[in-house]
């Protein structure tokens, strides 16, 4: 099994910058790909950025060219580095990890709230 524990959510300004940290543990050799989702009051559960254990990334439009996802795989960690943050940004962000090809883990959930 695979654990994963967020940290980084806060509140900021539209326009600034946040950075979430997902640290994994467990069986990590099994993680095939981490990435990070949020969700919305009222809104489904949505796709923001995933890299795999070889390091393909990918993002939603809505966050290209402003959210960064990367790894350090010495710590198991993986980083979202969040600028020019909108509104629309805020929603409870989750890291997730597939591991073993077939299973899923996620993280307890931080808040990331973005005032106009």
């Known amino acids: 099994q695979v654990q994963l524990v967020e940290s980084g959510g806060g509140l900021v300004q539209a326009g600034g910058s946040l950075r979430l940290s997902c640290a994994a543990s467990?069986?990590?050799?099994?993680?095939?790909?981490m990435g990070w989702y949020r969700q919305a009051p009222g809104k489904q559960r949505e796709l923001v950025a995933t890299?795999?254990?070889?390091?393909?990334?990918n993002y939603a439009d809505s966050v290209k060219g402003r959210f960064t996802i990367s790894r350090d795989n010495a710590k198991n960690t993986v980083y979202l580095q969040m600028n020019s943050l909108k509104p629309e940004d805020t929603a409870v962000y989750y890291c997730?990890?597939?591991?073993?090809?077939?299973?899923?883990?996620w993280g307890q959930g931080t808040q990331v709230t973005v005032s106009s």
């Open positions: 997730h990890a597939r591991y073993l090809q077939r299973y899923d883990a």
């Open positions: 467990g069986s990590i050799f099994s993680i095939n790909a």
């Open positions: 890299v795999t254990s070889g390091g393909s990334t």
